[in-house]
């Protein structure tokens, strides 16, 4: 089976930099996922990391090691905008759907 | 394109009583999942479909059904309601299976079940 692990919640300034952590067990998978969902809305789409390694994308950027189950989601320059709940989910092998953490609650303060 | 459209926004239904939730996928998209949120519980998968055909069921009493239609459009069915089936239900779409490290989420369905 898989199971996530990240923080339910962190706060931040504006303009700083901000870094969600996300630990996983899981038998094997092809990548993982990020998610950004606001209050209301749809979660939506942010980074696939199908590699260990960085991938950036704006002022947002996604890391993975394989070695140490362990990935994150690192968010520069934070506007208020981000505050948002954030979700980790693994792609696993297999005829196996998505597999989502419980989230990381983003709160950006002044 | 438009995005993936799920009616109705919102449902407040009484306990036994059955719903029906709808999901429009993006066009070109048949692949179709359905997960079901509560808050501080993340994203419960329930169902994946894709050519009409069920590819996979999550952890969900019988009470929880879903089908999907020629035209890629989905509907999950809640039957008996209880009072902890009240969730926000979400409905996401892929090009097809093997996609889905990218999922495209609707709204959602608010469902309150008093």
């Known amino acids: 089976g898989q199971s996530l692990e990240q923080p339910s919640e962190v706060t931040a300034v504006e303009g700083a930099i901000v870094q969600i952590n996300c630990t996983y067990q899981t038998s094997g998978f092809y990548g993982l996922s990020w998610y950004q969902q606001h209050d209301g809305g749809a979660p939506t789409f942010l980074s696939y990391?199908?590699?260990?390694g960085l991938e950036e994308t704006g002022r947002f950027s996604s890391f993975l090691s394989r070695s140490d189950s362990y990935g994150y989601l690192l968010l520069q320059e934070l506007q208020m905008k981000d505050s948002a709940s954030y979700f980790c989910?693994?792609?696993?092998?297999?005829?196996?759907?998505?597999?989502f953490g419980k989230g990381t609650r983003l709160s950006v303060i002044a | 394109k438009a995005g993936v459209t799920q009616t109705p926004r919102y449902l407040i239904k009484t306990r036994g009583q059955q719903v029906t939730l709808s999901c429009s996928p993006i066009?070109?998209?048949?692949?179709v999942s359905w997960y079901q949120q509560t808050p501080g519980q993340g994203l419960q998968f329930l169902f994946e479909y894709f050519s009409e055909t069920q590819r996979n069921k999550g952890n969900f009493p019988g009470r929880f059904s879903g089908r999907q239609f020629s035209n890629s459009r989905s509907e999950m069915n809640v039957s008996t309601l209880e009072l902890g089936d009240s969730a926000l239900y979400l409905c996401?779409?892929?090009?097809?299976?093997?996609?889905?490290?990218?999922?495209?989420f609707g709204s959602g369905t608010q469902l309150s079940v008093l």
């Open positions: 066009s070109g998209h048949r692949s």
């Open positions: 990391n199908a590699l260990d």
């Open positions: 996401a779409s892929s090009l097809a299976p093997g996609s889905n490290e990218k999922l495209f």
């Open positions: 989910a693994v792609y696993p092998s297999g005829n196996t759907p998505l597999v």
